[in-house]
């Protein structure tokens, strides 16, 4: 589904992304982990058009992304759910909901709203509250709940769990885990790395830039190296 091949991508001269290759296979969840400052953020702002590479390709549904930007990224169904929520605050939950669904057709709104409502029955408790007044958990929600309304192929998450009581945090990978099970592929930006491999089918380990290990969820759990670095041991 998505192949990102040998990209290099620079913040004036400094170089925060050196030949980095991955790839995403439909019905997949991967994560990219590593300590902050890695760059995995600027990974996933790559791939959706919001920076760009000064080599290499990336190549989504068989189609290379270079030139094309990133609204148009969006209507071939990719959805970033950026890191911090950024849901809109002043706007109710209902209508940050309606926002996601910008490149789509007014009549799939409504049944995409409540596809979202089953998904997350907290933000129906809540489709006419002010978003700023949510709880963390609850903007969390509701960003992805926003990424899901443009139907995505695939769902891009980063650091869904920052910030996020630990309660909060399993009932978010419970949610990555459930819409994985419907069908969604996921790629996942994530620091806490024992909950991100735990729910992965394969993993990056990225450091300074460079990707120095890959493997399965259940392989990079195991890696003494990983375990050492990411794990606590």
């Known amino acids: 589904m998505l192949k990102v091949n040998d ?18 296979n439909d019905g997949e969840i991967v ?3 590593g300590a902050n400052g890695a760059g995995k953020s600027t990974i996933l702002n790559t791939v959706c058009g919001l920076l760009r590479s000064r080599t290499g390709s990336i190549e ?25 929520r950024r849901v809109f605050l002043q706007m109710t939950v209902e209508e940050n909901l309606e926002m996601g669904a910008y490149t789509q057709p007014r009549s799939t709104i409504d049944p995409n709203l409540e596809r979202v409502y089953d998904q997350f029955p907290r933000l129906k408790e809540r489709r006419k509250q002010i978003a700023g007044t949510l ?21 891009m ?12 945090v399993e009932q978010i990978f419970d949610i990555i885990k459930r819409l994985h099970e419907r069908g969604t592929t996921i790629l996942l930006v994530e620091q806490n790395a024992r909950m991100a491999l735990s729910v992965a089918d394969r993993g990056y380990v990225l450091e300074t830039g460079k990707i120095v290990a890959t493997g399965t969820g259940g ?13 606590g041991g």
């Open 7 to 24: 990209i290099n991508v620079y913040y004036g001269a400094i170089h925060a992304i050196k030949g980095v290759s991955f790839e995403v």
């Open 31 to 33: 994560t990219l982990i």
């Open 60 to 84: 989504f549904l068989d189609k290379n992304l270079g030139s094309i930007p990133a609204h148009k990224i969006v209507e071939l169904g990719m959805a970033h759910v950026p890191e911090g």
């Open 135 to 155: 709880s963390g958990g609850e903007q969390q929600m509701l960003a992805m709940g926003r990424g899901l309304m443009s139907n995505p192929k695939l769902l």
């Open 157 to 168: 998450l980063d650091e869904p769990s920052m910030g996020l009581a630990p309660i909060l």
């Open 219 to 231: 392989e990079l759990l195991r890696d003494e190296a990983v375990k050492r670095a990411y794990l």
